[in-house]
């Protein structure tokens, strides 16, 4: 169990918070001062597993004082707090504050630099499915706070939304500093607040918001429903929009059918431009393929462009794919590059059901694609909520679609132990049917490997 995975909005783990607070202020009662504040008040809550509560010390010393000298009494007050048999483990945390306890989001935003060197408006193509997407956008990178404020953009997945976002932050953080620019996922935007509630930390939380002036916050959606964080947002967007800040907003949804969105916030999101993004058309398809094609080192034979273009099902991220499988394909079996080749791979990718499989990888890079992580984020040790959730939604696909065992996958994904591997997995299992947004990215996820 290596990985923290707070989800907000996480009645659970908020519910076992509130207990243990109430633990620890019974025992601030019953025991002496001085050991209690060393050992005792510093512990946090990291994570819930069944009946298993894994607590967080700050450092190996104080992991092995309690887990020798309370892990008992703390098991017994917190089941006797919970009305079921509890059981209580230590982990050592190193620098508790911001490791096993997160920070607000915007202090940390989980877009990687990379993403913003990656995704620029010179490599998007602009066609008449994205142009008014792609012109606020800029409008936005070059006059921050004018004519485009707020912008809202919305479309299905993998249209390019976040390359959006990412153009602009790139652009504008040349000009403004680094705290200028805010980028923010709606979920860690909900994860960061709710943790700043339960830490009276809202100044904190706010801060880097109310003082930026540009601020992106990319799958609004995830707000949907969160009555709470739907306040807060509100409220941080009037404040923005009344000191004539820029605020853009990109959802998978028209503000119209954000459904459990609060009407006020609705008709507020749709009070400056709204621009729909949709499915490119032959033209701009051939064009992305082009343009990919010579950043990835393959001079892309125009009847193969165009048969990619024409033949690939899905959205961009999925004709990107399909070029990639195509670039490994002819580079493998040393072939010429040719329609042939690109028919087989088109039918390899979506075709019949016996070998349309993606491998791990391909699982890997799509899943780091729609987090707008890189690869080597996923696999690094981090435990930011945003990028463990990734890396569990990689574990449970490798895991259901090509059965891979714990430990290959544990190799995969940055030579992790299996035991985290296994908690991974129940973990996204466990959550698909109570959280609507993890169902939701996980089939995105399933449809762009053309796997539903
Ligand atoms: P979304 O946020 O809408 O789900 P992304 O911005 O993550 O989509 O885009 C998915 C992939 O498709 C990215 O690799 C992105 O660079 C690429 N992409 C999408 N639209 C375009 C475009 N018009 N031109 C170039 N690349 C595009
Ligand atoms: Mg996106």
């Avoid at 620098?95 to 993403?115: K, Y």
């Avoid at 000009?175 to 509630?197: C, H």
């Avoid at 404040?239 to 998978?252: E, F, P, R, T």
Wanted: aromatic share 6%; hydrophobic share 35%; charged share 25%.
């Amino acid at each position: 169990m290596d990985d923290q995975f707070t989800f907000d909005d996480d009645p659970r783990l908020i519910s076992i918070r509130k207990k243990f607070e109430a633990v620890k202020a019974r025992l601030r009662k019953q025991m002496p001062t001085q050991p209690f504040e060393r050992f005792i008040l510093p512990l946090r809550v990291k994570e819930l597993d069944g009946n298993v509560v894994v607590l967080a010390a700050p450092g190996r010393f104080i992991q092995t004082w309690v887990s020798d000298k309370y892990q008992a009494v703390l098991s017994s007050h917190l089941s006797a707090e919970c009305g079921e048999r509890m059981e209580v483990q230590v982990e050592s945390v190193l620098n508790l504050r911001t490791e096993a306890v997160e920070e607000p989001a915007a202090i940390a935003p989980p877009i990687s630099d990379s993403a913003s060197e990656r995704y620029t408006f010179e490599n998007f193509v602009a066609g008449p499915n994205n142009q008014l997407a792609f012109n606020g956008a800029r409008q936005v990178a070059s006059n921050p706070g004018g004519l485009c404020n707020p912008l809202f953009v919305y479309g299905k997945t993998g249209l390019g939304k976040t390359h959006l976002l990412c153009a602009i932050r790139g652009q504008l953080r040349s000009r403004l500093s680094q705290s200028g620019v805010v980028y923010q996922i709606g979920q860690e935007f909900t994860s960061g607040f709710v943790a700043a509630l339960e830490r009276n930390q809202m100044g904190q939380f706010r801060r880097p918001i109310e003082t930026c002036s540009v601020w992106l916050i990319d799958d609004v959606q995830f707000l949907d429903g969160k009555t709470r964080t739907q306040e807060e947002f509100f409220h941080l967007f009037n404040q923005l929009s009344h000191n004539g800040k820029q605020v853009v907003i990109c959802s998978d949804r028209a503000p119209r059918e954000l459904s459990r969105f609060e009407e006020r916030l609705r008709s507020r999101l749709e009070s400056g431009v709204v621009a729909e993004m949709l499915p490119p058309d032959t033209e701009t398809r051939i064009e992305i393929l082009k343009r990919r094609s010579a950043e990835l080192g393959m001079d892309l034979p125009a009847d193969v462009c165009e048969y990619l273009a024409m033949n690939t099902p899905g959205n961009v991220r999925s004709l990107i794919g399909a070029l990639k499988t195509f670039i490994v394909a002819a580079q493998t079996c040393g072939a010429t590059p040719s329609v042939d080749l690109a028919v087989r791979t088109i039918e390899k990718q979506f075709g019949r059901e016996e070998c349309r499989k993606p491998d791990a990888d391909r699982v890997i890079e799509v899943v780091c694609d729609r987090h707008s992580i890189s690869v080597e984020q996923l696999k690094s040790p981090s435990r930011k909520a945003w990028i463990t959730q990734a890396r569990h939604i990689a574990v449970y696909l490798i895991r259901e679609e090509l059965h891979e065992s714990w430990k290959r996958i544990g190799e995969r994904l940055g030579n992790r132990d299996h035991s985290s591997i296994i908690h991974g997995f129940s973990k996204i299992e466990g959550l698909l049917s109570s959280d609507s947004d993890i169902k939701r990215i996980v089939q995105e996820v399933r449809r762009d490997l053309g796997l539903s």
